[in-house]
């Protein structure tokens, strides 16, 4: 991997504390490489070969669901000092109870400090590395988090969003290091079973310096600080709008029915 070339592609330049380090490259690798599915929609094969995700996301200026976006974002980490290691993570969707391991996220460490990066989660993910420190708010862009001890028996720490009825579970781990074949097991099943929403629909997410740019399906949403613009493509506008919003010129097989957006 060509590290100043991912830093070109993430508007990064190097330089200051690891801290300070940290927090550009997370928050820089969200707001240029956006988070999608689109090949795995399209029945394709997905490959989480760290030179591989460098060509798709770097060379071909493409992104990636959560277990290729991280396993990149913790190559460019090693490659640029960092210690970090991949742990599997069980998602809380909305509050509804923990499910089954089906997420990737990384634990950093910068300045004798450990961190939560997560830079593949879509939606309401932090663009912004969380100290793996418990019951303490960490504030990002406006959204309130909070890390405390694992709400389920599987889980050694849980992952907390503020909604307006208070704080909701968002995603569980145990902090212990996982292993590569442990992610391409999962990605597999995510890539090819039937039963997999990532077959079923298509979800592209782009932090921007002020919201985030987001498509569930036929329904893109422009979120520009309090400001949120939300409507119904049509079918004409799909591949136009993927290309606009989000830099992927991508042909879909076929058009995804209209549902409900997700937050």
Do not use: W
């Not at 830093?7 to 690891?18: L, M």
């Not at 707001?31 to 394709?44: A, M």
């Not at 422009?222 to 830099?247: C, K």
Request: proline fraction near 5%; charged fraction near 25%; glycine fraction near 10%.
């Amino acid at each position: 991997m060509d590290i100043e070339a991912y830093y070109e592609r993430i508007g990064f330049t190097d330089g200051g504390s690891d801290t300070d380090r940290l927090y550009r490259l997370h928050f820089g690798h969200c707001t240029h490489i956006p988070y999608e599915n689109l090949d795995v929609y399209n029945g394709e094969d997905v490959s989480l070969d760290p030179e591989d995700l460098y060509r798709k996301m770097v060379i071909r200026h493409r992104g990636g669901y959560c277990f290729e976006m991280n396993g990149m974002f913790h190559a460019a980490l090693t490659a640029s000092g960092f210690r970090a290691y991949g742990v599997l993570t069980r998602l809380s969707l909305d509050g509804t109870p923990v499910g089954p391991y089906a997420h990737r996220m990384n634990i950093v460490e910068a300045d004798g400090v450990k961190y939560i990066c997560d830079v593949g989660f879509g939606g309401d993910g932090f663009a912004l590395p969380l100290r793996l420190e418990t019951d303490v708010v960490q504030t990002v862009r406006g959204i309130d988090y909070r890390v405390v001890p694992g709400t389920d028996p599987a889980m050694e720490y849980t992952v907390q969003i503020r909604r307006p009825e208070g704080f909701q579970d968002m995603m569980g781990f145990v902090n212990k290091p996982a292993r590569e074949a442990d992610f391409s097991l999962l990605s597999f099943y995510m890539n090819r079973s039937p039963l997999s929403n990532f077959r079923k629909g298509i979800k592209v997410n782009l932090f921007t310096p002020t919201g985030r740019i987001s498509m569930q399906d036929m329904f893109l949403t422009v979120r520009n600080g309090d400001d949120t613009d939300r409507r119904e493509l049509r079918p004409e506008e799909v591949h136009q709008a993927l290309i606009d919003n989000f830099g992927l010129d991508v042909t879909l097989n076929h058009l995804p029915t209209c549902q409900a957006e997700t937050r």
